[in-house]
């Protein structure tokens, strides 16, 4: 699966900001959207950064509550790795696990168009598992009746 085909099912909604936003205000649109990361964007909607709950968390344990009051530029990750649509699933769990991150922007020619969260990758996974596990489960329990003819099956009884 690719990421086209997982917007497609997810959506492409995206939470950005400014980079002039205070921690504080991150904070709040991170709980009010019950999100876990915003992409900062320019003035030309290029992405800046990308600031997600370890970021205020790691700069709150540093630098106390104070830096609730400073700019999100001061604090975001400016070295933002982006996922095209063509990208598969695979890929992208492939880089969130290297880079130790969660949140991954797409980009198609330079704008951005979504977002693919490792738990959005967990659920795919997870009802492609499920998926197989009841194909399989059905071939294995099927019923002889279903598979055979009356005939084929006395000739195989007789068989055995």
């Excluded at 344990?61 to 999100?72: D, M, T, Y």
Aim: glycine share 8%; aromatic share 4%.
């Amino acid at each position: 699966m690719n990421v086209a085909t997982i917007l497609n099912q997810k959506g492409g909604g995206v939470f950005t900001t400014t980079s002039e936003k205070s921690l504080l205000d991150i904070a709040k649109l991170l709980a009010q959207h019950g999100i876990g990361c915003i992409v900062i964007l320019g003035d030309d909607d290029n992405i800046l950064g990308i600031v997600s709950e370890r970021d205020l968390m790691r700069a709150i344990s540093r630098g106390g509550p104070e830096v609730l009051k400073a700019p999100v530029s001061d604090f975001m990750t400016t070295t933002v790795i982006t996922a095209g649509k063509a990208d598969t699933m695979d890929q992208l769990m492939s880089e969130m696990t290297i880079h130790r991150f969660r949140h991954m922007p797409v980009v198609e020619r330079g704008r951005l168009v979504g977002l693919v969260s490792i738990g959005d990758l967990v659920a795919i996974h997870v009802a492609d598992a499920e998926f197989e596990s009841d194909a399989m489960r059905q071939y294995i329990t099927a019923q002889p009746s279903l598979l055979l003819d009356q005939a084929s099956r006395r000739r195989l009884a007789g068989a055995a």
